[in-house]
């Protein structure tokens, strides 16, 4: 396997901040609007750009965590089910803005499922999306992120990961691409 | 892995210890899920679940039904009542024709001990064992537990649960044997001499003949019913002489060292295995197990239909 950093350290946190500030841009004081991450990964984007918000503004910004796994549309075909995370959104998403983050936007099924199960919660005003990284070209289905960290063009055999100074260490983006066998 | 180790949940006694913390742990997702504003989620929205109740029940068939309904499958419900086993039909021939209908899943209580397993044996759906004779209850095990663990936290070493009542006709006291041992509780039986089966020491459960002894003994105690129907025979002289002896009452309860969970899988006889003031008192979690239990059979139905792979 190939690895091949595409987003370092430095500019790993420039993105975090340019998000937020474009997240402040439209959503200014944040009175109306709650930042939703997508279990597993969305949420360690989620908590920097809390962080970020709220040193910026001073006050406490609204968030929730959403796990998917029931709303998935490839229940029965995966070989092991997955076991779900905790979702945790403990105020009313009736009427309010809503962000919904997630680390890598790919195939834009995972956000499908996403819109289902905020829609089990109630009507929100608005859903926008937040993706950290956004692989164009690889859709599924017609989502695009209205904020993105970083675009790139992969193939659907390669793998992006991102990765977390809290968990593996060091923030940064790696791009991994399958050597090619000779056949 | 995420995956259960079998295809069919006929008893605990086939379950291994990571496939009841795999019920456990999605169980939670769905306790969620049942207490939000929209309590339902999409998941088998392709699959078909029969309920076929061969023997009366209303608490664990409105369970399974609310927990198939909350997954988005189809459900049919029948009994035995209404149906043509009356008729003279061979239990696999109704099956096989309900299966014919396309039925993924079959939710199944029988009043024969092993039916459970012979069915899952001739025909080619998951079954779950919804209670068969006096053999298995394992959704019901499993609630309990569950239960106990919401109490207690999710380490069972050195728990102490005792159930008391009528062992030798309860399916439930079985799967709750199995089910707490596995989970690493230490396990007693209490009840009259005749209800409680001659070997059943052999499983390496305690036996205890004196109610208040046990309840001395333990941090959880489920009651259990005293199910005349299965009773051919008097096992003791008469109900009012059981209530005395192995009824739990709130004198007994509160004049105990310490304060036990009180459990009871329903239906209960008030006045007889349990007074009305100590089921109704806040050391016991019987309306809990039953909100558990709908989490818990959303869960073991999750897990055995992520197995049926679609064509």
Redesign the interface.
Known sequence: MEKRVILDQQYFGITLNRLAAQLIENHQDFENTALIGLQPRGINVLTRLKKILEKELGKEILCGQLDITFYRDDFRRRDTPIIPSVTNIDFIIENKNIVLIDDVLFSGRTIRSGLDALLAFGRPNKVELLAFVDRRFERHLPIQPDYSGKTVDTLSSQRVSVEWEEIEGEDKVILYTQEKTDE | ???LSVDHLIGIKDLTKEDIE?IF??AD?FK??IN???K?????R?ITIANLFFENSTRTRLSFELAEKR?SADVVNFSAASSSVKKGETLVDTVNNILSMKVDMVVMRHSSPGAAKFLSERIGAAVVNAGDGTHEHPTQALLDSYSIREQHGEDFNGRKVVIVGDISHSRVALSNIYCLQKLGAEVMVCGPTTLIPKHIDKLGVKVEHDLRTALEWCDVANMLRIQLERQDIKYFPSLREYSMLYGLNKEILDSLSKKITVMHPGPINRGVEITSDVADSDQSIILQQVENGVAIRMAVI??L??K???Q
């Open positions: 892995m995420n995956n795999i742990k999605t997702s969620q899920v939000r504003p929209i339902k989620v999409p998941s088998l392709d997954l999750y897990l239909a992520s049926i792979k679609r």
